[in-house]
């Protein structure tokens, strides 16, 4: 059955309950999966997210930072966290589908303002924890989708501008290519770009700019990945970012990023 997945930097889950909310009724995914929701588990607000139906939740917390949930109104079995990067954050969390497909919510880290991993060590974590992704990917077996915050906008056409940003985190060459290597050795599709192969896109716009829309400084640091026994071909999933919300009252800087799967 199609099966719509949404993946959203949600910057606390309890401060925007009301975009959860309002995102479910007007866009009704099937999963939603939420990064930096700030919340421990058990001041999670579930009770309006279980009236729209959304009563499967799976989901890791860290008091005031960090977190990851999904919120499911198809039935997950839980799988097995990693502690990528080593440090026991709750930035990853996953479930099965009952056809036995995995979906995987992660949330990589920022990586800090210095791209130099000797002078900075939230670089340095950053590219840990890509390393650690690629080597579990690399052993992992069974259909599986990827979401999440991963904090790296590979392509040249995935930031406002390739050039001066190549210094910047998020963008830097020695990111870009952890990046790669990691989707390669899991054999991921990146399902956002086979569907929109060419052109700017952004999932990201930055608080600093007093006119976000207007300036259009934006990078594509939430992704969708697939392996390709369940990844749709090329142009037919659907995938779609809903920039609008970057502008509903007290938003996220993130915008949601959907794509849709047969599982």
Known sequence: MPVTICTWNINSVRLREPLVLRLLQEEAPDVLCLQETKSPVEKLPLEGFAGLGYTHVLARGDKGYNGVMIL????????AHEDFGGKGDARHVAGRTKSGVEIHNVYLPAGGDVPDPEANEKFAHKLRFVEDVARWGEKRRGPAILVGDLNIAPREDDVWSHKQLLKVVSHTPVEVDAF???????GWEDV????????????WWSYRSPDWDGADKGRRLDHVWATADVAPARGQGGSRILRAARGWEQPSDHAPVFATFEV
């Open 72 to 79: 499911s109104r198809i039935p997950l079995d839980p799988v």
């Open 192 to 203: 956002t770009r086979n569907d929109m192969p060419e052109g700017l896109v952004y999932s």
């Open 180 to 186: 790669e290597a990691a989707r390669a050795a899991g």
